[in-house]
């Protein structure tokens, strides 16, 4: 996990120093055993990498003082695809900012290295999750603008799956149940997020 943890964060970050690496992964350990296991670790990766027709191949390199993928090494990963995608969605609106969306959440595999508990991974864990929790409440508010209400809810609902606190997609459910004449399921929605906020949070909503 750990090779698979730096490898991962050089390629979502380009390069890091030696420190910044054991800093990554060993903070709590002595300075004189962690030199040791970055080395092997390192070894390992580049091993790993380097396929057995190309036996002096090397994918991660040292220059000017930090590890890299080397120059030439073309990498692409879901991550950044999900990144690239909403960060253009955030700079457009309506129609165009829902098909930005939808393509960042056909990259989103789920929860980032699921099972690992590193302190960046989990940062990086919730930052995406976050932002996948945003995108499909983009989604929504553009299908409901749109009066696409079944999309508007669909979205909405996906949100909501994951997170019961979100109240915006709450607020956007609940107006697409209006506009779709299922009042008594957008009545339920309201008794819903009303429970949860009280329950978990002790308020009430604060668009209610």
């Not at 979502?12 to 300075?31: K, Q, S």
């Amino acid at each position: 996990m750990h090779a698979q943890i730096i490898l991962i964060y050089l390629v979502l970050n380009g390069a890091a120093t030696r420190d910044e690496l054991i800093e990554l992964v060993w903070a709590d350990e002595a300075v004189d055993k962690t030199s040791v296991r970055l080395r092997t670790t390192l070894k390992l990766l580049r091993q790993t990498l380097r396929p057995r027709w190309k036996i002096n191949a090397e994918y991660i390199c040292f220059q000017n003082g930090r590890y890299r993928i080397a120059p030439g090494v073309s990498v692409a990963s879901d991550v950044q695809q999900f990144r690239q995608a909403l960060a253009q969605a955030r700079q457009t609106s309506g129609l165009a900012s829902y098909t930005l969306c939808l393509q960042a959440l056909s990259s989103y595999g789920g929860d980032f290295l699921a099972g690992c508990f590193n302190e960046w991974v989990l940062e990086q864990r919730e930052q995406l999750h976050n932002d996948y929790l945003w995108a499909h409440e983009r989604c929504a508010s553009v299908c409901l603008a749109e009066a696409r209400y079944p999309e508007a809810e669909h979205h909405a609902r996906q949100s909501i799956r994951s997170d019961p606190l979100r109240e915006q997609a709450w607020q956007i459910l609940i107006q697409s149940l209006n506009h779709m004449g299922r009042m008594p399921e957008a009545i339920e929605a309201q008794q819903q997020l009303a429970e949860h906020l009280h329950t978990l949070l002790g308020i009430a909503p604060t668009w209610a």
